[in-house]
């Protein structure tokens, strides 16, 4: 009979080896018997490096939540970067070759050009509608004094008349239908007096898919009836609002943009929409900020150069906005102008001169 001396006093049980899981843990295999001899030979486990290794810490939650951010806004840069280049080439060459060129607006302050056209989309059902971009006018005329912690902004009424070269003096507006963004520059820089390094042509037919990818704009009016083109019932645009603040989607937005005649208040008129203009503008930036809109991030960065034809490539776009968080809410200033007969607006040189002054310097 076999001694009890030889049978061992307790048993020995084995795990087998875990699986990659384990492994990516940084789970340690060790082994339950002593040192094995050269080739392996013994069966291994694995054993966590310490207690509570695998549990969710505070410290571990921040972690994944800041790569999740940094995915995010890169995701968003890349969207934004792509959809810019794929939209460059929508503004003519004679444009770009009528422009200054500027600084990084992060650091320096440039002057940017921003007109809105009256064209329509193609297939639009508002009577009379310009469905063309040859011939249209420019319904806003907006300097903008941007970089280097600057953001002021000055509208020129549509109405306000200029020599525009080669046309004679007319209103303002009529530069772009004569010679298209080229001649809007070139008559701009000869009225204000200043070099102008960039410009943007809105888009008003891919406004209101802005508007609604950052999730609507707030914005704080007046008793506002209007009714634009018959309204909506002939093929137009309505928008009713009580005083207050509202927060509107993209086509509310575009139709307060384009209100010069209010029922409730005639008073309103063309000075009183490019105040408009500049609140929506102040309202989408406001709107970028929010939690709602970074949720939306990567969508809105993709449909944001859909909107606008300019000579920017993404990454000078991108240091335009990052310019206006720098600068801060730009105040509403609008060219002080007085009648010159039937719808015409003048404006002395001497009033261009010191609005634009306080444009450029504050």
Same mark, same amino acid.
């Given at each position: 009979?076999?001694?009890?001396?030889?049978?061992?006093?307790?048993?020995?049980?084995?795990?087998?080896?875990?699986?990659?899981?384990?492994?990516?843990?940084? @789970?340690?295999?060790?082994?339950?018997?002593?040192?094995?001899?050269?080739?392996?030979?013994?069966?291994?486990?694995?054993?966590?490096?310490?207690?509570?290794?695998?549990?969710?810490?505070?410290?571990?939650?921040?972690?994944?939540?800041?790569?999740?951010?940094?995915?995010?806004?890169?995701?968003?840069?890349?969207?934004?970067?792509?959809?810019?280049?794929? @939209?460059?080439?929508?503004?003519?060459?004679?444009?770009?070759?009528?422009?200054?060129?500027?600084?990084?607006?992060?650091?320096?302050?440039?002057?940017?050009?921003?007109?809105?056209?009256?064209?329509?989309?193609?297939?639009?059902?508002?009577?009379?509608?310009?469905?063309?971009?040859?011939?249209?006018?420019? $319904?806003?005329?907006?300097?903008?004094?941007?970089?280097?912690?600057?953001?002021?902004?000055?509208?020129?009424?549509?109405?306000?008349?200029?020599?525009?070269?080669?046309?004679?003096?007319?209103?303002?507006?009529?530069?772009?239908?004569?010679?298209?963004?080229?001649?809007?520059?070139?008559?701009?820089?000869?009225?204000?007096?200043?070099?102008?390094?960039?410009?943007?042509?809105?888009?008003?037919?891919?406004?209101?898919?802005?508007?609604?990818?950052?999730?609507?704009?707030?914005?704080?009016?007046?008793?506002?009836?209007?009714?634009?083109?018959?309204?909506?019932?002939?093929?137009?645009?309505?928008?009713?609002?009580?005083?207050?603040?509202?927060?509107?989607?993209?086509?509310?937005?575009?139709?307060?943009?384009?209100?010069?005649?209010?029922?409730?208040?005639?008073?309103?008129? $063309?000075?009183?929409?490019?105040?408009?203009?500049?609140?929506?503008?102040?309202?989408?930036?406001?709107?970028?900020?929010?939690?709602?809109?970074?949720?939306?991030?990567?969508?809105?960065?993709?449909?944001?150069?859909?909107?606008?034809?300019?000579?920017?490539?993404?990454?000078?776009?991108?240091?335009?906005?990052?310019?206006? @968080?720098?600068?801060?809410?730009?105040?509403?200033?609008?060219?002080?102008?007085?009648?010159?007969?039937?719808?015409?607006?003048?404006?002395?040189?001497?009033?261009?001169?010191?609005?634009?002054?306080?444009?450029?310097?504050?």
């Amino acid at each position: 009979m076999p001694s009890n001396l030889e049978q061992p006093p307790y048993k020995v049980y084995r795990a087998g080896p875990r699986g990659l899981k384990s492994l990516l843990r940084g @789970e340690e295999q060790t082994s339950l018997r002593g040192p094995q001899p050269p080739g392996g030979g013994g069966r291994r486990r694995f054993r966590r490096p310490g207690a509570g290794g695998g549990r969710i810490t505070p410290r571990r939650v921040i972690k994944y939540l800041l790569i999740a951010i940094v995915a995010w806004l890169a995701l968003s840069l890349v969207l934004f970067v792509t959809s810019a280049q794929i @939209e460059t080439g929508g503004l003519p060459s004679s444009a770009s070759d009528a422009l200054t060129s500027g600084g990084n607006m992060l650091f320096s302050a440039d002057t940017v050009l921003i007109l809105g056209t009256d064209q329509r989309p193609a297939g639009s059902k508002e009577p009379g509608a310009n469905t063309s971009d040859a011939g249209s006018r420019s $319904d806003t005329i907006m300097l903008w004094r941007i970089g280097g912690g600057a953001s002021r902004r000055l509208s020129i009424p549509r109405d306000t008349v200029a020599n525009i070269p080669g046309h004679g003096s007319t209103k303002i507006n009529a530069a772009y239908a004569y010679g298209g963004p080229a001649l809007a520059i070139k008559t701009v820089e000869q009225f204000a007096g200043v070099k102008i390094n960039h410009v943007i042509v809105v888009n008003l037919a891919a406004f209101p898919q802005f508007i609604d990818a950052i999730g609507g704009v707030d914005v704080t009016t007046g008793k506002v009836c209007s009714d634009i083109s018959g309204g909506t019932k002939n093929g137009g645009f309505s928008l009713y609002l009580n005083p207050g603040t509202h927060h509107l989607d993209g086509i509310q937005a575009l139709t307060y943009a384009r209100t010069r005649e209010n029922k409730c208040n005639p008073a309103d008129s $063309d000075l009183t929409r490019v105040k408009h203009q500049q609140q929506i503008l102040n309202g989408i930036k406001s709107q970028l900020l929010s939690p709602t809109t970074f949720l939306r991030l990567p969508l809105a960065s993709w449909d944001a150069p859909k909107v606008l034809r300019t000579d920017m490539g993404g990454l000078t776009l991108l240091s335009l906005f990052g310019a206006s @968080e720098m600068g801060g809410s730009a105040p509403v200033a609008v060219l002080p102008t007085t009648p010159a007969g039937g719808s015409d607006l003048a404006a002395s040189p001497s009033v261009v001169q010191s609005a634009v002054n306080k444009l450029m310097n504050g």
